[in-house]
């Protein structure tokens, strides 16, 4: 006795859409998608089109990563992590060398203490226009500008000029707290003393007008 065998007849896909929406359902009743590779049948994570992020968009419900541990996006809050996340995506002082973007708009890098850690190129030069490096040093190839001022840290390595913070996400900061020195106050104070000392007539106003252009300072 012969047996008949269903026919699968699977439409013509040239200018179908990719993105499951172009279906097929077979005789026994399986229902399948085109995906722009192949006909698969559509499931529930584990088999079919749904083990597959589609060409033309579609969302994930989980985190992906890369390597293993090598980048990862997180699903749950929208941050990322490149190579080690310094020190869960906060200030990086495990010595962990990486990216970590966090929800929040904050960008960490952990790098060795020294190490550039950020760089800025134009179209014609060689060298970097702006070197931002691990242990706070910076240099810039043009003129750096202030609406307000600059200060200077007099006593840096005193750690007596320091307090700590902590920020809602339990981040601790060392905030400085000693003398400075206000390069815009020395400026207008050298403006001063320059015009005052084209006025001093003797000594004393001399002497005077060096005082009070000084007193700021």
């Given at each position: 006795m012969s047996q008949s065998m269903?026919?699968?007849?699977?439409?013509?896909?040239?200018?179908?859409p990719t993105d499951g929406s172009f279906e097929y359902t077979s005789p026994d009743g399986t229902l399948y998608e085109w995906n722009g590779y192949a006909w698969v049948v559509p499931g529930d994570g584990t088999s079919g089109s749904a083990q597959f992020v589609k060409v033309v968009g579609d969302?994930?419900?989980?985190?992906?990563?890369?390597?293993t541990d090598k980048i990862t996006l997180d699903?749950?809050?929208?941050s990322a992590t490149f190579g080690q996340a310094p020190l869960d995506n906060t200030d990086g002082k495990?010595?962990?060398y990486g990216a970590a973007f966090s929800n929040n708009g904050r960008l960490t890098l952990g790098r060795a203490k020294g190490a550039t850690a950020f760089q800025i190129y134009n179209q014609t030069d060689p060298a970097a226009a702006v070197v931002l490096n691990s242990n706070g040093s910076a240099t810039f190839a043009g003129t750096v500008t202030s609406a307000n001022s600059f200060a200077i840290q007099l006593e840096a390595?005193?750690?007596?000029?320091?307090?700590?913070?902590?920020?809602?996400?339990?981040?601790?900061?060392?905030?400085?707290?000693?003398?400075?020195?206000?390069?815009?106050?020395?400026?207008?104070?050298?403006?001063?003393l320059k015009a005052a000392a084209a006025n001093a007539t003797d000594f004393t106003s001399l002497k005077s007008a060096i005082a009070t252009s000084l007193a700021n300072i």
């Open positions: 269903a026919v699968y007849d699977f439409p013509d896909t040239t200018g179908q969302n994930m419900t989980g985190d992906l990563t890369l390597g699903a749950a809050d929208g495990t010595g962990d390595d005193n750690s007596a000029n320091y307090t700590t913070t902590t920020d809602s996400e339990g981040v601790e900061t060392q905030v400085y707290n000693g003398p400075t020195l206000d390069v815009k106050e020395v400026g207008l104070a050298l403006v001063a």
